[in-house]
């Protein structure tokens, strides 16, 4: 059974950068056709997606971060990583990491989260 | 990128039916039969009840039921129960290969 780790500093300040992890366990990373994305959440506020990767490499983000995102695997020790710089106060949040299903065909796209880490909150001081 | 539109809230008794809607474009939700839910508690990580607009999870109840209509989804709980108070999201595949969340729906039970 996957389960899903993050770690992260928990507080940081305007202008820096953030850095996650998320420790994927009970299974590869790179085993079968799942992408690993990030969602975070801000306080009181709804469920924002931030981006996507797969283990090959491939890569899509949140237009509205791509500028300041990084998301990253390491295969060798089974980690999805995110990088966020220049911090604002708005990039405070829950971030999630969770297993991204895929669908393949005709119509092939982004399907289902479906297993999810427990989140690590991050405060953004200014 | 526009978040898909949710009610804020809805409400009902226990046994009774809700329906939440989640209102989307033609570029998202009417282009693609990947639209997926989430239940939320307080405190707690999202869980998936729905993906491809109707389908269940192995273990979620069918109680729980997805539909899609033009650029709309919807999610319906019949027989409510005190234990589905939560907070409820549709989500959905949509151009650029990127996703999109509805704002969250707070469901009480009377």
């Known amino acids: 059974q996957v389960q899903l780790q993050e770690s992260g500093p928990g507080l940081l300040k305007a202008s820096q950068t953030l850095s996650l992890t998320c420790a994927v366990s009970?299974?590869?990373?790179?085993?079968?056709?799942?992408?690993w994305t990030w969602v975070r959440q801000p306080p009181g506020k709804g469920l924002q997606w931030i981006g996507y990767i797969h283990h090959s490499g491939a890569v899509h983000s949140n237009p509205s971060l791509t500028s300041r995102l990084t998301i990253s695997v390491d295969t060798s020790n089974n980690l999805l990583s995110l990088r966020l710089s220049s911090l604002t106060a708005a990039d405070t949040a829950v971030y999630y990491c969770a297993r991204l299903g895929w669908i393949f065909g005709v119509v092939a796209g982004a399907d289902y989260m479906d297993v999810w880490g427990k989140g690590t909150t991050v405060t953004v001081s200014s | 990128q526009s978040a898909l539109t949710q009610p804020a809230s809805v409400s009902g008794s226990p046994g009774q039916s809700i329906t939440i809607s989640c209102s989307g474009s033609?570029?998202?939700?009417?282009?693609?039969?990947?639209v997926s839910w989430y239940q939320q508690s307080p405190g707690h990580a999202p869980q998936l009840l729905i993906f491809e607009v109707n389908k269940r999870p192995s273990g979620v109840s069918n109680r729980f039921s997805g539909a899609k209509s033009g650029n709309t989804a919807s999610l319906t709980i019949s027989g409510l129960q005190a234990e589905d108070e939560s907070d409820y999201y549709c989500?959905?595949?949509?151009?650029?290969?990127?996703?999109?969340f509805g704002g969250g729906t707070k469901l009480t039970v009377l």
């Open positions: 009970g299974g590869h990373i790179s085993t079968g056709d799942f992408y």
């Open positions: 033609s570029s998202d939700i009417g282009t693609y039969n990947l």
């Open positions: 989500c959905s595949y949509a151009p650029g290969s990127t996703l999109v």
